[in-house]
């Protein structure tokens, strides 16, 4: 192993074992390491499966379920558009197809233009500020669509 691939393997081990909840599950296991990775590695289906004492097509099962796990690791920069129902009926669709347009996206995805990931997400919590978008966990709200290039200029030149 590189010591790369051993600091990921400890950093995986590490976030399967201290969880903060008493009781671990597969889908709290794959929460964990994607909070601490910011994805789920291949081998970390395996520690989970021996961890859970389960098989590999179990734990791939539960992993493939959700669609907000991903398998590849995210660009250094991620930005959310809700789309829940207030920030929906109040222009959340402009906003979206504006920033897919500026990142030369068709769907929520990695874009090549920047070191940017682009989520689609169905609420933020944060209905009294509709619209919003989420960059690197920073909420901003009373979004438009007019606001998206300048927005995303600082983080097209920073990649």
Not at 13 to 38: F, M, N, P, Y
Not at 50 to 62: Q, R, S
Request: aromatic content about 6%; hydrophobic content about 35%.
């Amino acid at each position: 192993m590189t010591d790369g691939e051993v600091n990921l393997h400890q950093q995986l081990i590490s976030a399967i074992e201290h969880q903060k909840r008493s009781t671990v599950t597969v889908l709290s296991c794959l929460l964990s390491v994607q909070d601490s990775v910011g994805y789920i590695p291949s081998e970390a289906i395996d520690i989970i499966a021996n961890k859970m004492d389960t098989t590999i097509n179990d734990v791939w099962g539960v992993a493939s379920f959700y669609t907000n796990f991903r398998f590849t690791p995210p660009k250094s920069s991620t930005i959310e558009i809700c789309w829940g129902p207030t920030c929906h009926l109040l222009g959340a669709t402009k906003i979206l197809e504006t920033t897919q347009n500026e990142l030369d996206l068709e769907t929520e995805g990695d874009s090549e233009k920047g070191n940017i990931t682009l989520k689609y997400n169905t609420c933020l919590g944060a209905c009294a500020q509709a619209p919003v978008i989420n960059i690197n966990h920073n909420i901003i709200g009373s979004m438009t669509p007019e606001k998206i290039p300048q927005i995303l200029s600082k983080f097209l030149e920073d990649n």
